[in-house]
């Protein structure tokens, strides 16, 4: 890494004016938005700058990676704050990690550094004493190495997951909270009742669309239904009908810039409260991807789109079956169910060491579920092998010393990313990355 102020300023504009130029040039507004969300902590700077951490991390020394450990389906942003509750194609509430527009091939370690600096990241703001950060950090790693020999021990990889019955504290507090959402609500706070049929409702963030770019939206939303796997069709005499489309934006720090849309379909009758809301929203191109070999990688996609689906399918059991991708314009897009029983984790509350060590256990296993459970529907050959055995290989006989490589990483990191985001601040107050801040 550069080891002057001058260099790593220059670094960090360089990094990402190269990753979002398209997206600041088509939405300078939403990206100087982004910018100050980014702006406000050295968290929220981590969490919008994953192309930074791999340009640090990608060509680093790494002695606990080989061929097979070093190229498994990773997450590629793992942080504290990418983790809550879905419903699952069996109709099962789980707690796991979300949010895969990253998610792209690389080495295992990757995703715990990068979950290791941000609980760092949050410790520090807490007001954590190192020894307790650390301790965090060790405990989330030793959860994640024993969740791996689980899966070796395991004849089913499907066997483990994070729900009602085996969790307590925030995790079984969000759980509980998901069990409590109602579709009835989320469509009330989404559409309004038109000649007795829902449609879309309109705000700042909600455009209609001109009959022109509809068609194109319509054509794509056609498209996407061929990518759904066919053991996860519903019946299509209702299911999908299209009631209503319309333009969508104000996502969070990672969507900044990317086109999106709304869609209102028939669900499984046409009872107004079983209707399905669904968003289709351009693909990014994944942080990881800009710093390795893609050859290989890249010719087995068709476009972005496809590369985050599968990917997700790889890394997730149970997928949502709504989940599928298409193209619009030549460009990728992810068409997922806009679900009203997602709830993320929330950390606003978590100040003990003791709360968050029961809760960062649960998130390291977690997260040795992705690396090692793929789900059947999965229509990927990338990976080949078993992933929890090369995983296992690589850190035989060296756990100890694993864990407090990833934990010396994470804290010596975290204080980096507190000087990034100070740089950063001054280099957009100046404008120097790619929108102006005013």
């Known amino acids: 890494m550069p080891t002057t102020k001058k260099d790593r300023t220059d670094l960090i504009v360089s990094v990402l004016d190269d990753a979002f130029a398209p997206l600041m040039a088509a939405d300078p507004v939403a990206f100087r938005g982004k910018y100050r969300k980014m702006a406000a902590d050295p968290h929220a700077f981590y969490r ?64 715990l550094q990068r979950f290791a600096a941000s609980l760092a990241l949050v410790g520090w703001q ?80 909600v455009r209609r669309l001109g009959k022109r770019e509809r068609a194109k939206v319509v054509a794509a939303f056609e498209g996407y239904l061929e990518t759904i796997p066919e053991d996860k069709r519903f019946d299509r005499r209702l299911f999908y009908d299209l009631r209503d489309v319309a333009g969508k934006s104000g996502f969070g720090i990672g969507s900044a810039g990317l086109p999106a849309y709304n869609l209102l379909v028939e669900g499984y009758s046409q009872a107004l409260d079983n209707d399905v809301l669904l968003s289709m929203k351009q693909a990014n191109v994944p942080a990881v991807s800009r710093f390795v070999d893609t050859g ?41 169910e806009v679900s009203p029983y997602e709830v993320d984790l929330d950390w606003s509350d978590l100040t ?67 000087e990034d985001h100070d740089r950063f601040v001054s280099a957009f107050r100046e404008g120097r990355i790619g929108v102006s801040s005013t």
């Open 296 to 336: 290989e990688v890249e010719k087995y996609f068709d476009h972005e789109g496809h590369r985050t689906v599968v990917s997700q399918r790889a890394l997730q059991v149970h997928t949502d079956p709504l989940l599928g991708y298409t193209e619009l314009d030549g460009v990728g897009y992810v068409v997922a």
């Open 126 to 205: 807490k007001a954590l004493p190192e020894d307790d950060v650390r301790s965090l950090i060790g405990r989330y790693v030793r959860a994640y190495l024993s969740q791996v020999d689980d899966y070796r021990r395991s004849e089913d990889d499907d066997d483990f997951a994070l729900h009602l019955d085996n969790t307590s504290g925030p995790v079984q507090a969000a759980l509980v909270a998901a069990r409590l959402r109602r579709r009835a609500d989320l469509l009330d706070s989404s559409t309004v009742l038109v000649d007795g049929s829902r449609m879309l409702r309109e705000d700042s963030s």
């Open 48 to 111: 919008g700058s994953a192309c930074l951490f791999y340009a640090d991390r990608a060509d680093a020394e790494d002695p606990y990676v080989d061929d097979e450990s070093g190229r498994i389906w990773v997450h590629g942003d793992l942080h504290v704050e990418n983790f809550g509750t879905y419903l699952n194609s069996d109709g099962r509430l789980v707690f796991d990690v979300n949010d895969f527009d990253e998610a792209y091939l690389g080495r295992f370690t990757w995703d």
């Open 352 to 418: 003990e060491p003791d709360e968050i060590a029961d809760v960062v256990g649960l998130l390291g296993r977690a997260t040795a579920k992705i690396h090692c459970a793929s789900d059947e529907d999965s229509d990927q050959d990338l990976v080949d092998f078993q992933v929890e055995e090369a995983i296992a290989r690589s850190v035989e006989r060296r756990r100890k010393e694993f864990t407090a490589w990833i934990t010396d990483f994470g804290m010596e990191y975290a204080v980096q990313v507190r």
